[in-house]
T-cell receptor, first 116, second 112 residues
């Protein structure tokens, strides 16, 4: 089955620790995205990548980093600089880029990150 | 920048009731408009979309019409079921841009 897989489902971070959230897709999609979901605030875009080896900051990129070395993978690192990391993190992908602006996003099932 | 506003607060209603969730948008160009649904513990799924004024998106008994004159994309369903309990997000992609901007979402709870 084609899809987008996030792991782990639950993750705990200690003070000063970096943690990495995994996102893998086998849909052959070019574009991938990371969103943060907080209660009552909807989804906010952290980073996105429209093609391998390229990515752009979203609206709340501070304290996060990403890489896009392979088309299938778009891991997100939550660094110690992110002072309020507790949230539900959603990864998404879409077939096209700005030339296909009506392409729908496919979402993973999310990772809940909590601070110990 | 371009943004989406959803009505405040959760929505609780009985099975077979009529559902309306309001969504208005602010955009400088001609955005595409979407409704996404999130079931408990899951990611989001596209429910319906509309790409130009007066388009009506529909799926699973839900409908929304792109109203440029009122900058709205309200979601409606005539008879809800318990299985419709979820969080519903309105979203848009600004003209020429593939980055979705989401509203805050509305929790819908349908009581048997």
């Amino acid at each position: 089955d084609g899809g987008i897989t996030q792991s782990p489902k639950y993750l705990f971070r200690k003070e000063g620790q970096n943690v990495t959230l995994s996102c893998e897709q086998n849909l052959n999609h070019d574009a991938m995205y990371w969103y943060r979901q907080d209660p009552g605030q909807g989804l906010r875009l952290i980073y996105y990548s429209q093609i391998v080896n390229d990515f752009q900051k979203g609206d709340i990129a501070e304290g996060y980093s990403v890489s896009r070395e392979k088309k299938e993978s778009f891991p997100l690192t939550v660094t110690s600089a992110q002072k309020n990391p507790t949230a539900f993190y959603l990864c998404a992908s879409s077939k096209g880029t700005a030339s296909n602006i009506n392409e729908k996003l496919f979402f993973g099932s999310g990772t809940q990150l909590s601070v110990l | 920048g371009d943004s989406v506003t959803q009505m405040e607060g959760p929505v609780t209603l009985s099975e077979e009731a009529f559902l309306t969730i309001n969504c208005t948008y602010t955009a400088t160009g001609y955005p595409s408009l979407f409704w996404y649904v999130q079931y408990p513990g899951e990611g989001l799924q596209l429910l319906l979309k509309a790409t130009k004024a007066d388009d009506k998106g529909s799926n699973k008994g839900f409908e929304a019409t792109y109203r440029k004159e009122t900058t709205s994309f309200h979601l409606e369903k005539g008879s809800v079921q318990v299985s419709d309990s979820a969080v519903y997000f309105c979203a848009l992609t600004p003209d020429g841009n593939n980055r979705l901007a989401f509203g805050k979402g509305n929790q819908v709870v349908v009581i048997p």
